[in-house]
């Protein structure tokens, strides 16, 4: 059925910026909503951005002003500016279309 291809991550320097993109395959129909959320060692998994199919986005207090999430159908991007070593975390992409189907996540590392 649906899967996700996520790609992107790495190390970053505080300050500095990456993408991460994620593509939705085995639909050819819009999924509703699309996201990411990311998680760190003894947390829970926590929403990072969502957008959905009519561009309407939702973002973490924590990241807001800093990341932006768009996408184009059933592609999905998460460009990360001013990246905070707080921002350390496994990302998963996400897509809800009254199931939620994640991607095998990606690691962020933000350190000097």
């Known amino acids: 059925q649906v899967q996700l291809f996520q790609s992107g991550g790495g190390f970053v320097q505080p300050g500095g910026s990456l993408i991460l993109s994620c593509a939705a395959s085995?639909?050819?129909?819009?999924?509703?909503?699309m996201g990411w959320y990311r998680q760190v060692p003894g947390k829970q998994r926590e929403l990072v951005a969502t957008?959905?199919?009519?561009?309407s986005t939702n973002y973490a207090d924590s990241v807001k002003g800093r990341f932006t999430i768009s996408r184009t159908k059933n592609t999905v991007i998460l460009q990360m500016n001013s990246l905070k070593p707080e921002d350390t975390a496994v990302y998963y992409c996400?897509?809800?279309?009254?199931?939620?189907?994640w991607g095998k996540g990606t690691l962020v590392t933000v350190s000097s």
């Open positions: 996400n897509g809800h279309v009254g199931l939620d189907y």
């Open positions: 085995g639909t050819t129909y819009s999924i509703y909503a």
């Open positions: 957008i959905t199919i009519t561009g």
